[in-house]
């Protein structure tokens, strides 16, 4: 498989950069850009970590530390579109790869164990959870328009169960990338939402 066209936009989490709306031409079908994680502006994540069995030691950095995301998205030889996350602290930097088919596939994943899903693109009306459907920009034209990213997620060994949604929405007036989580463990439910500021790297 032919390496991926990478975004090279921002990879140190304190390289200079300002933070403004996502531009148009990025949407959820061209979800290639860079973006800090606000944790002011979002839904505070650490009880959802918690539930799902996170280290504390990796929540207390996803509390604390300043995050952003690099995110690329390609199609292989195949016909396959990609979405790899680089999620990147002072501390680390990860990559998280989605193929976005909809086909169920099993995965270790750091921090979180064994788990079994699928991300693909759908409507954001045609979501059952109604936290997961609302707020979203109605973008896109024919078969794209109105589309999200829709991850499904079951653990394996921890025994939650998570679905996310990821688009864009309007905050404070800006157009910007907005994560959703809607997860639960037996009784135990959360709901987090989660914004990124679309990230311009200065020279």
Known sequence: ??????????????????????????????????WNYNKA???DTGPLLKMQGVPWFFRQAAAHSPVHVNL?????????????????TPLYSKVEPRIITGVWAQVHVEF???IKGYSKFVRFSEIEDEF???????????DEKGDVVFSHAESLDRGWI??????????????TFVRKISAKKGKEVHK?????EYRTVQS
Not at 10 to 25: D, G, I, N, Q
Not at 192 to 196: A, D, E, S, T
């Open 1 to 34: 498989m032919p390496k991926p066209p990478r975004f090279e936009g921002a990879t140190k989490p304190h390289a200079s950069a300002v933070t403004v709306s996502t531009p148009l031409e990025i949407r959820t079908h061209n979800f290639t850009g860079s």
């Open 41 to 43: 502006r979002g839904d």
């Open 72 to 88: 690329t998205m390609y199609t292989d030889e195949s016909g396959f579109v990609h979405l790899d996350q680089e999620q990147c």
């Open 112 to 114: 979180w164990g064994e």
């Open 132 to 142: 997961l459907k609302e707020g979203w920009l109605d973008e896109g034209e024919g």
């Open 162 to 175: 998570a679905e996310q949604a990821w688009g864009f929405a309007v905050v404070d007036g800006q157009r």
């Open 192 to 196: 987090v939402r989660m914004i990124y």
